[in-house]
């Protein structure tokens, strides 16, 4: 399965901005990931297929939504109340099975990235 992040850019403090990951096949669960310069990544939200259940890291809880498109075998990440701290290249991850989608070692596939940037 191959996976294709795209929406990033600059935006500035407070905006919006919508990633799309589109998926050559269907996975169990996707994720999105992302790391800041200096970090390690870190799990941001997943969706899982069958049954539509999401999570989401607390650090955008209430900010960032993803959802799914059946059809077009596409995962968004609807990003709201962007903060500078949320500047990262965010990737997106696809699962065979498993249950601990919060660890990137459940992952089988992953997506180039897509840069976001928040300028305060």
């Known amino acids: 399965v191959q996976l294709q992040a795209s929406g990033g850019g600059l935006v500035q403090a407070g905006g919006s901005l919508r990633l799309s990951c589109a998926a050559s096949?269907?996975?169990?669960?996707t994720a999105w990931f992302r790391r800041a310069p200096g970090k390690e990544r870190e799990f941001v939200a997943y969706i899982r297929w069958s049954v539509g259940s999401t999570a989401y890291a607390d650090s955008v809880k209430g900010r960032f939504t993803i959802s799914r498109d059946n059809v077009k075998n596409t995962v968004y990440l609807q990003m709201n109340s962007l903060k500078p701290e949320d500047t990262a290249v965010y990737y997106c991850a696809g699962a065979r099975a498993g249950s601990d989608f919060y660890s990137r070692r459940e992952y089988d596939y992953w997506g180039q990235g897509t840069e976001v940037t928040v300028s305060s």
């Open positions: 096949g269907r996975t169990y669960a």
